[in-house]
């Protein structure tokens, strides 16, 4: 078996194909780029690969996404038709998820942005918050990482609503269900996390008219996918008072341009696409057993729905 392996940062590409190469043993594992003859790939392990490269590889048998989501593969409008696509989940996207939302929820809940400018003024100025049972935080996207992520804030104390295309059961978790209840769930919450799959139907959702249901001055943390946000909604605001606040993991733009207003803007806080990272080292292992079983049954457990976006 030939296994074709694509990530825009040339050092990461190589990480995955020296990964892939020692837990597939037999199986040829190189560079996209390296690989003459595409008609001999039968594997594809990609993230947002270049327009057009799957679609010449006549033979392919099914193209694994290094990540949860899907819809960077689906954007590629040569994209084969047919051909199976295959999520990289696990334990540890689900825990680094599980970390990166509880910090930075934690982080606006006790402002710490305010107590860092305070510490920078050297202002013995203590911010008072109310206790998290007194907080309402609100997650969109209950599948597997955002019902980790809504769990993990109940458990913490907050109270937790999530937002979910199907009604759910959450311990601990007021689940509201369909686009009819999204209102409902949008009323009052003063902590906002997407973790929605990007589709047609939540492109864009994070909008002026979202957040104008919100608490005023809310917070928003935003780790799906930069196409989910209107940038434009949001700055507005922001310098308005409506949003208190921003956490931003993803962007329309990766990486982002150092030119962006993102970078400097006072209330916003930008990471690079870390919230649920995966390593090659752990991530390898998800991918060379799904392969393995992919091409052992022609299945395997982490097979995506394409019709549905994830």
């Known amino acids: ?59 392919l048998r099914a193209i694994v996404s290094i990540g949860a989501g899907i819809d960077h593969v689906l954007a590629d409008p040569a994209l084969p038709r047919g051909v199976p696509i295959i999520r990289t989940v696990g334990r540890d996207l689900t825990q680094r998820m599980r970390e990166y939302v509880a910090l930075h929820v934690l982080r606006h809940h006790r402002d710490m942005p305010r107590q860092l400018q305070a510490q920078r003024e050297r202002d013995w100025h203590a911010v008072v918050v109310p206790v998290a049972p007194r907080r309402s935080v609100g997650v969109m996207g209950l599948g597997n990482l955002g019902a980790a992520a809504a769990r993990t804030l109940a458990g913490l104390g907050f109270a937790t609503r999530g937002w979910a295309r199907t009604q759910k059961s959450l311990d601990g978790v007021e689940v509201f269900a369909g686009p009819d209840r999204l209102d409902a769930f949008l009323d009052g919450c003063e902590i906002l996390v997407n973790l929605l799959p990007l589709t047609r139907d939540t492109s864009g959702i994070l909008d002026a008219r979202l957040f104008g249901r919100l608490a005023e001055g809310a917070c928003v943390i935003n780790c799906a996918r930069g196409a989910h946000l209107v940038d434009a909604d949001l700055f507005a605001a922001l310098d308005s008072g409506r949003i208190k606040q921003a956490t931003l993991d993803v962007f329309h733009e990766e990486p982002l341009p150092a030119d962006s207003p993102f970078w400097d803007h006072p209330a916003i806080t930008v990471t690079p696409h870390i919230a649920s990272r995966i390593d090659a080292a752990t991530g390898g292992k998800l991918i060379a057993a799904n392969l393995r079983e992919f091409e052992r049954t022609g299945s395997c457990p982490d097979l995506a729905d394409a019709a549905r976006g994830y």
Request: with cysteine; glycine share 4%; hydrophobic share 45%.
């Open 1 to 59: 078996m030939t296994v074709a392996v694509y990530h825009p940062l040339e050092e990461t590409t190589r990480w995955w194909v020296d990964a892939l190469t020692e837990l597939l043993p037999g199986w040829q594992v190189a560079a996209m780029d390296e690989i003459a003859d595409p008609a001999r790939v039968d594997y594809a392990v990609v993230w947002r690969p270049r327009p057009g490269a799957l679609a010449r590889c006549p033979n």
